[in-house]
């Protein structure tokens, strides 16, 4: 239960992020670069209780990592990277 209220602060983050920026203009690189790094950082965080929430935990994580990393060792976007994770972190 505790890992589901964690994914939906996640999702919220990932809404209202998204929306601040869709007001404005397009985020720059930069920006998106901080918002990955952060959104790793609160995903590594994340409280677990049980051995099935760490087993979760752990998946995504891995998905989210594998994109992070392979992303980053191409010449992409740090952009692209952030829309592949909040669609990955949105329909999990």
Known sequence: MNTQKNLLVLVVFLIVSG???AEYKSPTEAQCREM????????????LQNDN???QH???MERVEKVVNDNRSRPGSDCETWAAMSKII???
């Not at 990955?36 to 409280?47: E, N």
């Open 58 to 60: 752990r998946e995504l």
């Open 36 to 47: 990955v790094t952060g959104m790793l950082q609160v995903m590594r965080s994340t409280p």
């Open 19 to 21: 929306s601040a920026f």
């Open 90 to 92: 949105a329909t999990q």
């Open 53 to 55: 929430e760490k087993r």
